[in-house]
DNA sequence: TGTTAAGTAA
């Protein structure tokens, strides 16, 4: 490589150095070398000419040189000269600032971070207010709850916990830390300052943990205490929208960023289409996805996760064509999305050839989510037999979900046989997974091994394993109200039960037949229907119905997938009351209008 | 002789 101007220069100068020079003159080289050529040069050369100077132990040079470049070697040699050193130069903060921050942003070197940190309180260096974040910020990505305590008992005993850069910090590295939330929440409260970064980690905190509501209530709480949010926040804000599928509030989100002039950055206008697509209004993040011309594979990927989830598989696949096209290169995140457009749309060949493309063409490396969504894709189409095989060939180990996801397909395709001995086989694995029971005694209901499936209950009873309860959310006049089987601890529900006995005469009539085959419980057919009229998702949808004007849409959130007599019964809802009932499960929306569902069951 | 904090996709 040809170099010209001062480059050419230094590079001379750097090769044919200035053997005697010394002291101050040769400090004066090192630095201008390192400050001017970054990664000119290879850092071996450089380092073998600190030596040959005696500059080793210099802490300027050391500085300059772990500041040098993102290239971690800079920051390793200099980290080895102060380990190596047995002179007494004295190292100052800052010297370990930039060691400790270099580590900390380095994926892999967290460690060292806080080994540097370890290092500089022994050798009796004090650290400053700018140690702390970056010290915090390794213990955030290590998560480790009880190395972040020790350094907030060092943040005390400094006298740092005033300075609201590192208590924020601090609110964060908690949060990231499992089992830290609590403590974060006790910084947080205790801050004698807070700013909007305060806030917006907090709420952040609760929304990557699932915290939803809670990320809400802050929200509100922050409003009410007049602090402005940025675009940091409403990332986050949105997210757990996403999460409640609170599209009304959502929207406010979206008209509080055009009202209050918000920057609409990339990762805002990410997070409001994957809001808009898993809250239901999939057109509208299309809408807004065809708005951007800044578009990054998060964009991408949020669309074509959202056709999917709408079983809109054939527009999921042209996006995704249209976005190699358009040299967005797809990463494994947007095969997921692809591969599940295909399963949910009975896309056999197309999924198929992506999974083979994904490794010839596009040099991803399929993960256990891929191979996931291949046994999938083959167990919907009803093609056990393939989805056996290619577990069977699988070069990964096959973990419980596929087994799962297979065990599924049997079920659904009527390879009882097969299903039984699986499941089986993963409960000996896996002895406290509630919903390993839940398919045996529906495998055992289609089999009509009735003494079986009885006996699943006693099973579960003795094993002591925890059922995940079912759950409905629904939205209404800006408040989430959560519905889960036979809740009685609502206002309304004596309205709500005499609204359920009239939809069942209602369904009834119009020939809708209870599914009690679903039922796990071990009580008469008559029982088994109650329970059944007493799923969530049938008293949020009572609800609903009491609470909004007639001929609106009704949406609700499950938090399990939806069971195949609500699903059935979700029909001839929609036709009697004349209403289009949306419901967001686990896995997909099931759109319901009219006595047809959007899936056309195919789920 | 200087440096610091938060966010999105299955």
């Known amino acids: 490589m040809q170099y010209s101007g001062a480059k050419a220069k230094l590079l001379s100068s750097f090769t044919n150095p200035p053997i005697n020079t010394t002291g101050r003159a040769a400090e004066q080289t090192i630095l201008s070398l390192l400050q001017s050529c970054k990664t000119l040069f290879n850092l071996t050369q450089i380092h073998s000419q600190i030596l040959k100077f005696g500059l080793q132990n210099n802490p300027l040079v050391l500085t300059k040189f772990a500041s040098t470049s993102s290239i971690l070697n800079a920051i390793d040699y200099a980290s080895s000269f102060i380990f190596s050193s047995n002179s007494t130069t004295h190292y100052d903060s800052f010297l370990f600032n930039t060691i400790i921050r270099a580590y900390a942003f380095t994926s892999h070197s967290k460690n060292n971070a806080l080994h540097f940190y370890k290092h500089m309180v022994g050798i009796n260096v004090m650290p400053n207010k700018f140690t702390y974040p970056f010290v915090l910020k390794a213990c955030a990505g290590l998560g480790n709850l009880n190395l972040g305590k020790q350094v907030h008992g060092s943040v005390m005993k400094f006298g740092f916990d005033d300075d609201i850069h590192v208590n924020n910090t601090l609110v964060h590295m908690y949060c990231c830390c499992s089992g830290g939330i609590e403590f974060a929440r006790i910084v947080f409260d205790g801050m004698c300052k807070s700013d909007c970064v305060s806030w917006s980690v907090m709420i952040g905190g609760y929304a990557r943990l699932g915290m939803s509501s809670d990320a809400v209530e802050l929200f509100r709480k922050m409003q009410i205490e007049g602090v402005r949010p940025d675009e940091v926040t409403l990332v986050s804000l949105l997210s757990a929208c996403t999460d409640l599928g609170a599209l009304e509030l959502g929207k406010w989100v979206e008209s509080f960023i055009e009202k209050e002039k918000v920057q609409k950055s990339v990762e805002l206008r990410n997070a409001l289409i994957d809001m808009f697509a898993k809250c239901g209004n999939v057109d509208r993040a299309l809408s807004l996805f065809r708005s951007m011309s800044d578009r990054t594979i998060v964009t991408w990927t949020s669309v074509i996760v959202g056709l999917a989830m709408h079983g809109r598989g054939l527009e999921a696949v042209a996006l995704f064509n249209e976005m190699t096209k358009s040299g967005v290169a797809p990463d494994d995140v947007a095969f997921i999305g692809l591969l599940t457009a295909c399963s949910h ?89 509630e919903s390993n029971y839940v398919i045996l005694s529906n495998i055992y209901a289609k089999m009509s091994h009735w003494e079986k499936k009885t006996s699943i209950r006693d099973v579960m009873g003795k094993k002591g394993i925890m059922k995940i309860p079912g759950s409905t959310m629904i939205e209404l006049d800006n408040n989430i109200y959560e519905f889960v089987a036979g809740d009685k601890t609502h206002d309304n529900y004596k309205e709500i039960y005499e609204m359920i006995d009239e ?52 949406r609700i959130m499950k938090n399990l997938r939806i069971c195949g007599d609500c699903h059935s019964a979700t029909k001839f809802i929609s036709k009697v009351y004349n209403r289009e009932i949306i419901v967001r499960d686990r896995n997909r929306f099931h759109s319901f209008r009219d006595g047809v569902c959007s899936c056309k069951d195919f789920w």
Request: net charge neutral.
């Open 503 to 554: 939809m069942a005469r209602k369904m009834r009539r119009a020939g809708y037949v209870p599914t009690t085959t679903e039922v796990l419980l071990d009580i008469d057919e008559e029982d088994k229907e109650d329970a059944l009229n007493r799923h969530s998702e049938k008293l949020a949808i009572a609800f609903a119905l009491l609470k909004t004007p007639p001929g609106t849409s009704i």
């Open 345 to 433: 749309s009975n896309l056999v060949d197309e999924g198929k050839t992506y999974f083979n493309l994904m490794k010839t063409e596009f040099a991803v490396v399929p993960k256990i989510e891929h191979y996931g969504c291949m046994v999938d894709l083959f167990g919907r189409a009803g093609l056990v037999k393939e989805a056996v095989q290619f577990v069977e060939n699988m070069p990964i180990k096959p973990n419980s979900i596929i087994w799962r996801t297979l065990i599924t397909a049997c079920r659904a395709h009527d390879e009882l046989h097969l299903g039984e001995t699986i499941t089986k086989k993963l409960i000996s694995k896996e002895p406290m997974q």
